[in-house]
């Protein structure tokens, strides 16, 4: 079961940190674009690190893992919590969640791979591969269900095979047998091609086809046409019970009102696998968003045609409310100016983003073992690297050389805050309190005046009140002074 939320943009144990580790920040120019590009990436990082732990702690997330690609590099990954039952083994970048609806976009790319291959066209009716998917039309001028309206939610199939397997103890997900048979029992919603409807069974059909077309189950074609060729070895269209709470993080349900989760029981989506099978990992969609962002720089094919990839990223079906978007298995989304593409995951006990920005190459990754809003985290991380990509005070800091390494870390902030975190940023300070799920617009930047005192700079760049630390005798910062209120340094 999928919750599509990329419009509304996704601790006790740390994870080892991939690409990033914390160094001393002077307020220096850096010495070319390139150092200045990562080095802003550094610092819009370092508050996404802290953020997340954040998140983690005041949500009570039990294990939440976060990466960041650029280009061919996963360039920061980080686990946060733990992933067992006991709440002892840390979250990492090589945890494996279930990724439930992401699943989606591998069997949108085995149909495209299928048509790139002559076997299949997604403007043929459906039954033209599936004679038995021969559901009852909607009433009204009704054309045929085919693979392009099932890739863009727009056939106007049901959301689900008929079966209750989203809730309840067990999860009882149809057979592939028991799948097919009860197709032809089911009714369309609409006439296809009229409104958007997003369905688990249409996408479970267009893995159907693949298999049909190909003479191969579904997990033999993706593992040896994709999963295999890409090296995503952690990555598998089934649920690796055996590895639960030994690298793969087990499911914990929603809060209840006393602030607890129920520990969930594992699931198997047998015949729904193509809608919501897979798991994986941080650093394995890291992989797979990489193959994205070297297929369409290259054009050099793998897997697909860059062009095949094109068609799948653009926008081929909008809902007549205007709101909704999507491509063949991609849903595409906008955040100011800027075109996102990607698929979000909801399955019992666990939530999963995949998110890539294809003009920057870069994507984000967020996987947690609670269904708690990751296209939320999604939308912060990419909100923080653009906040800080460019970003220049209007007029130069007082002071070079500043020791803003000395004032980073978290503040008090009660009663109005739980706390307050302090970063390097731009050769100032970003300050975020905690906890927040839109830290892009709650970030406040101060300016350097020097020795210990910082000023507050405003949305037009101008100045507003001062902000002074404070220190001890020893010269160990202890606090900030803003509006005659001191906010403790916490250790």
């Known amino acids: 079961m999928d919750t599509i939320r990329m419009r509304r943009a996704v601790a006790i144990g740390l994870a080892a940190t991939v690409g990033w580790a914390p160094v001393t920040a002077l307020a220096q120019p850096p010495a070319s674009a390139e150092a200045a590009r990562k080095a802003a990436r ?14 983690r702690d005041f949500e009570d997330i039990p294990a939440l893992t976060a990466g960041v690609v650029v280009g061919d590099d996963l360039i920061w990954a980080k686990g946060y919590g733990t992933l067992d039952a006991a709440r002892k083994i840390p979250a990492t970048p090589k945890t494996v969640y279930s990724i439930c609806s992401i699943s989606k976009v591998f069997t949108a790319v085995a149909v ?6 002559g076997r299949l066209s997604i ?6 591969y599936l004679s038995w998917a021969t559901l009852k039309p909607a009433q009204g001028d009704s054309g045929p269900v085919t693979l392009r309206g099932l890739l863009t939610h727009s056939a106007g199939l049901p959301r689900e095979s008929d079966f209750p397997y989203w809730i309840g103890e067990t999860y009882p997900f149809p057979t592939q047998a028991q799948m097919r048979a009860k197709t032809p029992e089911q009714a369309a919603l609409f006439p296809p091609g009229r409104w958007f409807q997003y369905s688990n069974l249409g996408i479970t059909l267009a893995g159907e086809a693949v298999e049909a077309t190909s003479g ?19 990555t598998q269209p089934s649920f690796p019970t055996a590895r639960l709470g030994k690298d793969m993080a087990v499911g914990w349900g929603a809060r209840k009102r006393d602030g607890t989760r129920d520990l969930l029981n594992t699931f198997d989506t047998r015949g729904i696998a193509p809608a919501a099978g897979f798991t994986s990992t941080v650093e394995d969609l890291g992989r797979f968003a990489s193959w994205q962002f070297r297929l369409a720089r290259t054009e050099t094919p793998e897997i697909l045609k860059a062009s095949t990839l094109h068609e799948m990223q653009r926008v081929q079906f909008v809902d007549p409310d205007w709101r909704t978007y999507w491509g063949l298995g991609f849903q595409v989304g906008r955040a100011g100016n800027r075109t996102y593409v990607g698929h979000g995951g ?26 708690d809003r990751p296209g939320d985290l999604g939308a912060g991380v990419f909100g923080l690297l653009q906040k800080r990509e460019g970003f220049a005070f209007k007029a130069p800091a007082a002071a070079r050389g500043v020791p803003l390494e000395d004032y980073a870390g978290r503040y008090g902030g009660q009663p109005f805050a739980a706390e307050i975190l302090v970063s390097p940023w731009a050769g100032g300070l970003a300050v975020l309190r905690l906890p927040s799920r839109t830290p892009s617009d709650d970030l ?4 350097a005046k020097g020795g210990d005192v910082f000023v507050r700079v405003r949305q037009d760049g101008g100045e507003a009140e001062e902000v002074i630390f404070q220190r001890d005798k ?3 910062v202890t606090g900030m002074l803003t509006f005659s209120n001191v906010r403790p340094k916490l250790p």
């Not at 406040?444 to 300016?447: G, H």
């Open 346 to 371: 909801s399955c019992p006990g666990y939530e999963t983003l995949l998110r890539l920005h294809m003009d920057s190459q870069t994507a984000v990754i967020v996987m947690q073992n609670t269904p």
């Open 42 to 55: 550094t610092e819009a990082l370092r508050v996404v690190d802290g953020w997340l732990a954040g998140v």
């Open 123 to 128: 403007d043929q009716p459906l039954t033209s």
């Open 216 to 234: 191969q189950s579904y997990a033999a074609y993706v593992q040896a046409s994709i999963l295999g060729p890409l090296g995503l070895k952690d």
């Open 474 to 476: 020893a010269g160990k």
């Open 112 to 117: 495209m791979r299928e048509q790139e291959a």
């Open 444 to 447: 406040q930047i101060l300016k």
